[in-house]
């Protein structure tokens, strides 16, 4: 199982993001002061943070801004704020995604095909 797991994240996930972020987070630090005196006290909003980065990223394309996104979303997991949890969904509770998939584009391909194979 690791052996797959480990095959899987080469091309699911991104080291050099992690590096880009942890980068960040120590630039952070001698920038703003330590996260947990920041955003466990609510001084610091993380999650209005990471909309200001989302849309700092959506109007210039940096991607830079996209780990800051993700930092401010550690953040907030690290330090959650009254009434918070973490609990894991269904599918019928995900928030989704926006688009179509290519496993639900396949389903639908399959679901609508007709007989002598057209679409």
Known sequence: ???????????????????????????????YGPARMNFSTGNVDAIESLKMNLSKFEETGNLEYLCDVANYAMFRFMF???????????????AGIFGMSVNEMERFKQEHSFEDGRY
């Open 1 to 31: 199982m690791a052996s797959c797991s480990n095959e899987l994240m080469k091309t699911e996930y991104s080291e050099t993001f992690d590096e880009k972020r942890k980068g960040l987070i120590e630039q952070s630090y001698y920038k």
């Open 80 to 94: 959650p704020q009254q009434g918070e949890y973490f609990e894991h969904t269904d599918s019928d509770s995900s």
